[in-house]
């Protein structure tokens, strides 16, 4: 058996998200959101060139040597991987993260009521957000195929690169990766509406050009979900913008007509040390949370967020209190995941 596949099948086994292999040390896995060294002297410069190798396709070859840094799926071993490849101190280092072997249900992600229903939609935009390795990518995963076990339509992804594997079910899916199947997510966004797509996943969204073109196809009656790497609502809506100040182009108007939710989750420890579990913060695009967009008047809602639950809404310190006292969470984990933890603490204790 190779030395990675070795590494990558101790981190499986230890229920690791993430695996690091780095010349000087023993490789480290991620387990729980905590670092850990495997049971290993340490590798050699030699050793990382030599497991690369093993791995990596030539194209990729190609790029880590013009670029130093590169990134692409692949199967290692029992796993399949996302592996991010990038030079230090002129020596290859290897990022690896664990891809789940079945995309997990919505339902056992905890991903709430509100959230689900909107797989129902039949066009609209939907922002997944939060910091990386927030198991963004897994909360649309278990929504796109919740859509395609329910419904038949045609979906197309553009992920960079792609992770979970759909099947054909009662939907068609066509995946697409940037860099080997298209050249960018705003052109694949584009092309998307004449490869009469219904639903669209857009993998992350990086600049405006990107965000428009997934607007656009929302108005063009598409269902977006898109992935950005923001935390909280307002923040987010902030975010976008923002990102169109600089060019002096108001898309207020449109980014109200059209969004539908946006979604912002964080991963805290179980209190059984079994794992992490999502705690969301979920806005719905109420006719009044529109207008608050159209108006630029982003900050009043929070406070929407926290007098419209009826609406299927809920705030970040909301949804960490109530995994407390379902006992998923530790106290002082909750604590140090609130936005405000001198609140949730008053509540708690």
């Known amino acids: 058996m190779a030395i990675i596949e070795e590494f990558v099948n101790a981190a499986k086994k230890q229920a690791a998200s993430d695996l690091h292999i780095i010349a ?16 290993d002297p340490g590798i050699s410069a030699e050793d990382v060139e ?61 991903i709430p009521f509100s959230v689900v229903e909107l797989t129902k939609k039949k066009q609209g935009l939907v922002f997944v957000t939060g910091a990386h390795g927030s198991g963004k990518t897994t909360t649309i995963a278990a929504l796109i195929d919740k859509i395609n076990t329910e419904r038949n339509v045609s979906i197309i992804t553009i992920e960079n690169p792609i992770e979970y594997l759909y099947g054909h079910k009662k939907s068609m899916v066509s995946q697409r990766e940037i860099g080997a199947d298209a050249t960018s997510c705003t052109k694949a966004l584009r092309a998307a509406l004449r490869e009469d797509a219904d639903v669209i996943l857009a993998g992350e969204l990086r600049d405006a050009d990107s965000v428009l073109a997934a607007l656009t196809a929302a108005e063009a009656g598409c269902l977006v979900f898109a992935v950005l790497h923001t935390f909280g609502v307002v923040p987010t809506l902030n975010y976008i913008m923002d990102l169109f100040s600089g060019v002096g182009q108001d898309i207020r108007p449109r980014f109200a007509s059209v969004i539908e939710a946006v979604v912002s989750q964080q991963l805290i420890s179980a209190s059984d040390d079994a794992g992490r579990v999502a705690a969301f913060e979920v806005m719905c695009a109420t006719d009044t949370i529109r207008n608050l967009i159209r108006e630029a008047k982003t900050s009043q809602i929070d406070s929407l967020i926290q007098s419209d639950k009826k609406f299927g809404m809920q705030g970040m310190d909301d949804a960490v209190y109530q995994l407390y006292l379902e006992r998923k969470i530790d106290a002082d984990k909750a604590i140090l995941a609130a936005r405000n933890p001198e609140t949730i603490a008053k509540r708690i204790l």
Do not use: W, Y
């Open 24 to 39: 000087g040390i023993p490789p480290r896995i991620r387990v729980n959101g905590e670092l850990c060294s495997l049971d």
């Open 50 to 110: 030599g497991m690369l190798n093993q791995i990596i396709p030539n194209h990729f070859r190609a790029m880590l040597e013009k670029q130093g840094e590169t990134e692409f799926t692949c199967q290692i071993g029992t796993a399949r991987c996302r592996v991010n490849v990038f030079l230090q101190q002129k020596t290859p280092a290897i990022a690896i993260r664990m891809i789940r072997d079945e995309i997990p249900k919505v339902e056992e992600l905890g």
